[in-house]
């Protein structure tokens, strides 16, 4: 219940008396308990509030089971999913091989999609696929970033501070480093 902000009295409180997020919320909360092996999601993403929407992409990327999601949100698609299916204007459904932007171009101007590029491992791995594992790690560094620099504010001792001011530091030249790769696999360059 934590993990969806169900603190203090607000486990307790009728949900007749919740809002309009807190019900969404406790609507997913008790659907992620039941633990089930598949998930149906239609638009999970609607009136929720990006807190939520951060937590539930995490959830996500731990979900050991399959999850059919069906949203026109296109950024949570490209940083949940592992396999994108598109239906084009005639109906007919295939598998993207880049990301959803990449295809709705490629459908105005007929152009084929992006191929394949090869990572620094000398594995091949899709734009789309890369482009979905930066957005996972830098979603991790800043709130990485965030957690230390809330700590650093109220560290009193000398020592400590140093450390977390280098610990900042070397997080902030990662996320510069994943953020720079990202923004160029995303604009082709």
């Not at 019900?23 to 998930?39: E, H, K, S, W």
């Not at 957690?147 to 400590?160: A, F, H, I, P």
């Amino acid at each position: 219940m934590q993990r969806f902000w169900f603190t203090g009295n607000l486990p307790f409180t009728e949900v007749r008396d919740l809002s309009g997020g807190e019900r969404r919320r406790l609507q997913l909360l008790a659907l992620l308990a039941t633990q089930p092996n598949v998930l149906l999601l239609d638009e999970p993403t609607n009136d929720l509030d990006l807190e939520t929407l951060r937590t539930l992409e995490e959830f996500l990327d731990t979900w050991p089971g399959t999850a059919f999601i069906v949203s026109h949100d296109r950024a949570f698609l490209e940083r949940t999913c592992d396999v994108l299916l598109a239906i084009d204007d005639r109906g007919q459904m295939r598998e993207l091989s880049g990301s959803i932007d990449a295809w709705l171009k490629a459908m105005a101007t007929t152009s084929p999609t992006p191929t394949r590029q090869a990572t620094s491992s000398g594995e091949a791995t899709s734009p789309n696929k890369r482009l979905r594992e930066l957005e996972k790690s830098i979603h991790k560094l800043e709130r990485s970033y965030a957690k230390l620099s809330e700590q650093l504010l109220t560290t009193t001792d000398r020592e400590q501070a140093k450390t977390r001011g280098d610990e900042l530091k070397r997080i902030r030249q990662e996320l510069d480093l994943a953020e720079l790769e990202w923004l160029e696999l995303a604009t082709g360059e």
